[in-house]
């Protein structure tokens, strides 16, 4: 399996950007994605995941109604619409993939076994 991020970049606090994660290498139809973000000095942290069979989205308490996770079976993608951005979005965002993770365990780094690289993203205030 393999994960590409793309989309990332620098803007201004109030601005949107959209991250997009292009999987390949096996069927995801079991399978959860997700987006995690790891700030200088800090642990990466859940940002938002979504079910790629149903498409039940998750998403961390602080990025609940400006951030959108979405996928596109179609092309095998899935994207993160980031809107009203803030200064303490600032981080590397990485996507990843893991199959059969419960709902407990949605939001852990640990429970996901496939990552793509990071894809910076600087929110200048």
């Known amino acids: 399996v393999q994960l590409q991020a793309s989309g990332g970049g620098l803007v201004q606090a109030g601005d949107s950007l959209r991250l997009s994660c292009a999987a390949s290498?096996?069927?995801?139809?079991?399978?959860?994605m997700a987006w995690f973000r790891q700030a200088p000095g800090k642990e990466r942290e859940f940002v938002a995941a979504i079910r790629w069979s149903g498409g039940t989205t998750f998403y961390a308490d602080s990025v609940k109604g400006r951030f959108t996770i979405s996928r596109d079976k179609a092309k095998n993608t899935f994207d993160l619409q980031m809107n009203t951005l803030k200064a303490e979005d600032t981080a590397a965002y990485y996507c990843?993939?893991?199959?059969?993770?419960?709902?407990?365990?949605?939001?852990?780094?640990?429970?996901?076994?496939?990552w793509g690289q990071g894809t910076l993203v600087t929110v200048s205030s």
């Open positions: 990843a993939a893991g199959g059969g993770i419960i709902l407990s365990s949605t939001r852990l780094p640990t429970s996901y076994t496939y």
């Open positions: 290498g096996r069927t995801f139809s079991s399978y959860t």
